[in-house]
């Protein structure tokens, strides 16, 4: 280190002293105070751990120059060129040189090769194949998980519930055509009948095809008779009632007659009677007796 004093500018070479310490002091200095080590030399002691050491490859040191023996000369007193000297390197086996071995590590499965072509051949076959696989078909079939016993016995009691419902809707005409006149047996059969054209019957039981005319003329006259008195009972009440529905028609306007009974006129004590107006369909229209714009003389 080269410094400047005063006005002459004279250069003063300072020189560093080492100083040897006792070894007391170098014990509580290594105690104390840890030499840095460089990241080199941490991955190489991690290196070293794991793996063999490299070998070293020889340094080949270039000829020394005259200032480089000059400076040997000066320094062969100092000491950290002696601890130099006596260090030997590292330990011979360390240096012991031999195979080096590589650790390996494969994560694979062993699997028998025939088995493996096989498996390969079956998938192989299954994808060029038209037909779905086996275990498409296997879900299709499979059957719909079946229902606690408590869903079933519910749904099973929410049906009767409705059926009750439904009868009870039908039936409820019943009720209040019922008066302390009438029997219940008459209300009884006419619910039964009811249920059973519910069911599929045909017809009612309470409607016959057959009976005498002054029978039936008697029933219709009764429940006209019924259904006026109905209407007057809401009228007086204030209550609207449905619209009075039409007769029907019925769709045979004639009653069809036997095979021996003539389609004109009529046959009565073994004579056959016409009418003028049968005589007129016999002979046609342009037979017409009266005279008109057209008869009258030339």
């Given amino acids: 280190m080269s410094t400047t004093l005063g006005k002459r500018k004279r ?16 014990g509580d200095d290594q105690h104390n105070a840890i030499p840095p080590e460089t990241e080199r030399d941490i991955f190489k002691k991690y290196f070293e751990s794991t793996f063999e050491p490299l070998p070293e ?14 400076e040997d000369d000066d ?21 012991e040189e031999g195979p080096t071995t590589v650790e390996v590590v ?28 086996k275990e498409v078909e296997q ?45 219940l047996g008459a209300h009884r059969h006419k619910a039964l009948d009811m249920r059973l054209q519910s069911l599929g019957s045909k017809g009612s039981l309470f409607q016959q095809e057959k009976m005498p005319l002054t029978h039936r003329k008697g029933i219709l006259a009764k429940a006209a008779s ?5 209407r007057q009972e809401a009228r007086e009440n204030g209550i609207i009632l449905e619209r009075p529905s039409g007769k029907a028609k ?16 009529k046959f009565r004590g073994g004579t056959l009677k016409l009418t003028k107006k049968d005589v007129v369909n016999i002979q046609g229209a342009g037979h017409s007796g009266g005279r008109g714009s057209k008869g009258r003389r030339r």
């Fill in 57 to 70: 490859s020889p340094t080949v040191l270039p000829p020394p120059s005259d200032e480089d023996e000059g």
């Fill in 226 to 230: 019924r259904e006026a008195f109905r």
């Fill in 139 to 183: 879900t299709t079939k499979k059957k719909p998980k079946q229902q606690p016993e408590e869903e079933d016995q519910s749904e099973a009691l929410n049906l009767k519930h409705d059926l009750d419902l439904q009868r009870l809707l039908k039936e409820s005409h019943l009720l209040e055509e019922a008066k302390a006149s009438s029997t």
């Fill in 106 to 133: 494969e994560h694979w499965k062993a699997t028998n090769d025939s088995e493996d072509a096989e498996f390969r051949r079956l998938q192989y076959k299954t994808f060029m194949s038209s037909k779905p696989p």
């Fill in 250 to 265: 019925s769709s045979q306007s004639r009653r069809e007659r036997g095979v021996d009974v003539p389609a004109v006129g």
């Fill in 11 to 26: 250069e003063v070479v300072v020189a560093t002293r080492h100083r040897r310490r006792s070894s007391s002091d170098d």
């Fill in 75 to 95: 320094g062969s007193d100092d000491p950290s060129s002696r601890e130099d000297e006596d260090w030997e390197g590292l330990s011979g086996s360390e240096h």
